[in-house]
């Protein structure tokens, strides 16, 4: 009789060998398998603005120039003016200035001009920001406000630049009044007396002089 439980004892065992033995093998059949890996990168977009040549879009506050009276005319024919010494200005001048921004980032981006006018001896000069149509003499009169992207109240976006190379070249005019009923800026403070005035001051050192100063803040369009 022990001999018979050595035997079944032995036969068990076997039996769960070969069973362990099955399971094991059996993760060694053919299947199908597949397996996949994925990556991906993504660089910034490049912001560079150009004012008038200039790249203001740097770590570093940038300057730019732009030649107010480079161009002096006379206001009868609006040919260049032959009478007046070279970079001065006096009654019956003329002229206008340009200012170029190119937007040459990958992001859309908008602009705004805000001008600052320094005239201390109130020289009867005024600016026009639509070709002539109207004449201002005071500088905030002349700003460019950015138009706001987000509340589409600005439908025209006329001071969008597009990516890429999206440019806007902002002209202002400006002219010496000749005597104030022809300017609705100078209509009781500007007369033949008040510009003589201004001519005999200018044999003092300090000549009367004007000063317009332009600030140009683009930004990109959420």
């Known amino acids: 009789m022990k001999k018979n439980n050595k035997v079944y004892k032995f036969a068990a065992l076997v039996l769960l060998l ?34 008038n040549d200039t790249d203001i879009a740097s770590a570093t506050t940038q300057e730019f120039t732009f030649n107010l009276f480079d161009t002096i005319n006379d206001t009868l024919d609006h040919n260049d003016e032959a009478d007046v010494a070279d970079n001065l ?10 200012i170029e921004i190119v937007n040459q980032s990958e992001v859309t981006a908008k602009y705004a001009i805000d001008y600052t006018l320094t005239n201390t001896s109130n020289i009867p000069i005024e600016f026009s920001v639509d070709n002539g149509t ?9 700003d460019v406000t950015a138009y706001d992207h987000n509340d589409g109240s600005d439908t025209t976006k006329s001071t969008e630049l597009a990516k890429g190379n999206g440019s806007k070249t902002v002209t202002v005019k400006w002219r010496w009044a000749y005597e104030g009923a022809s300017s609705s800026n100078f209509t009781t403070t500007q ?32």
């Open 134 to 142: 109207t004449w201002k003499s005071a500088a905030n009169d002349l």
């Open 89 to 98: 200005i006096a009654p019956g001048v003329e002229g206008e200035f340009g």
């Open 191 to 222: 007369t033949d007396e008040t510009d003589t005035a201004l001519g005999i001051a200018a044999k003092s050192a300090t000549k009367p002089e004007v000063t317009v100063n332009a600030k140009v803040v683009v930004t990109q369009v959420n």
């Open 18 to 51: 070969t069973m362990v033995t099955l399971i094991l093998v059996s993760g060694t059949y053919s299947k199908y398998t597949s397996s996949i890996e994925g990556s991906d990168n993504v660089k910034v977009a490049k912001w560079s603005v150009l004012v």
